[in-house]
C-alpha cells in the first residue's frame, strides 16, 4: 500500500508531490468514489478520480510505486478509463483555445485597429 499523494507524483499526474497534496485537500481527488485524503492509502485495483477542472480522468491502478517513473513507464502502474465524454470536453477545451489572435502576437498595432474598427463598420449589403 501506498500514499495517494506519492502515487500521484511518481506516476507523473502532478509534476510535485505538494501539488498532489493540495489537490487532495481541495476535494479534487477520489479513491472508489470517496473523497481522499494526501494519506489515504492506495491498494491494486483502486480506481482514482482526478478533478483537473473541465475533465475528470479516472485510472485504475495496476502497481504500486513509490519511485518517480519515465512517462514511458506509467502505462504499467495505470491504466486510463477516462470517460469518451470526458476527452471530448478536453478536446473542445483544446479547440476553444485557439481561437482569436495568434499567440506571441502581442496587442494590435495603431494599423490593426484601425482595420478592425474599418471592418466593423462596413456597410452591410444583402
Known sequence: MI?????LFATRI????????????KGRIHINDAE??????????AV???RKPPVTFTYRVLALTENRVG??????YLEDITAPEQLELLELKRLAGQQGRDRGTGRPTKKDR???ETFIHLPYND
Not at 500514499?3 to 502515487?7: A, P
Not at 481522499?36 to 485495483?45: L, R
Open 3 to 7: 500514499r495517494i499523494d506519492k502515487l
Open 14 to 25: 502532478y509534476k510535485t508531490r505538494s501539488i498532489a497534496t493540495e489537490e487532495c485537500k
Open 36 to 45: 481522499a485524503k494526501p494519506s489515504h492509502m492506495v491498494d491494486v485495483g
Open 48 to 50: 482514482i478520480s482526478v
Open 71 to 76: 512517462a514511458k513507464l506509467v502505462a504499467q
Open 114 to 116: 484601425r482595420d478592425i
